[in-house]
């Protein structure tokens, strides 16, 4: 018979590996995981430019996806802007009447509108939409084994699934960013007008008398870098999707995730550069 304490022994030692994983810190695999993820993101970037800028192009994708990320976001964007607007409105009515300013209420919504939630609203609620919808269908197409019978048919899926994307989404935030301002002036002066009568052209003039044109540009404009970030990580994290069903709905997340985190992350650096060079 053998002893207890050898068979102790014995049964001890397949698990001695497995308990030395365990206890090994997971904080550089993590770093490493970190800088490896935007490696390769830094690598997919560089295939897609290198793919866009080359002929042929697929102009009937472009449209294709123009139409779906601006006119299939309308909507959202519009309805996201309207409650904006009517929240807004009641903020700073209520506010500015504390301290005696209402006749500040024109200019703070306008402002408040245009250079700061209109922008990142639009940036958030296309990455929710779109994002999603991209990391989906290419993470569809991927574990499908789609996106290699696009190869092996001597296309290049960068030029035909990535760039137009990207591209669709860098050209439609800016306007669907104006059409979530319009619709937030509107509402806003509405909420405003069923509580105190106040005109649409009082309210225009007095939101725009101290401003200039030029200072609503960089808000708008910043979105297009919303655009390339939310284009960019739903493409890159679609096209690297691996395993089945569940690995769709992760690439779907994921999307959706990081790309709202940089689309906050990137509103922080773009506001103090827009102060910088714009002041």
Known sequence: MS???????????????????????????????????FGDLGVFLWRVARAAVTPPYEWGELVRQLDETGAMSLPLVVMAGTAIGVVLSMEA?????????????????????IQVMGPIITGLVVAGRVGAGIGAELASMKVTE??????????????????PRILACILMLPLLTLAADISALMMGWVAQALVEPLSFRQFIDAGFAAAKFSAFLPPTFKTCVYGFIIGSIACFNGMRTRGGAEGVGRSATSSVVLGSLFVILADVVLVKFILVVFP
């Open 3 to 37: 002893s207890p304490g050898l068979t102790a022994a014995a049964g001890a030692s397949p698990l001695e590996p497995e308990q030395k994983t365990f206890a090994q810190p997971a904080g550089p695999g993590l770093i490493f995981g970190f800088f490896e993820w």
């Open 93 to 113: 009515r209520y506010s500015l009447s504390r301290f005696g300013a209402k006749s500040l209420f024109p200019a703070t919504l306008v402002y408040s509108v």
């Open 146 to 163: 789609q996106i290699d019978a696009i190869e092996a048919s001597a296309l290049n899926p960068y030029r035909f699934l990535a760039a």
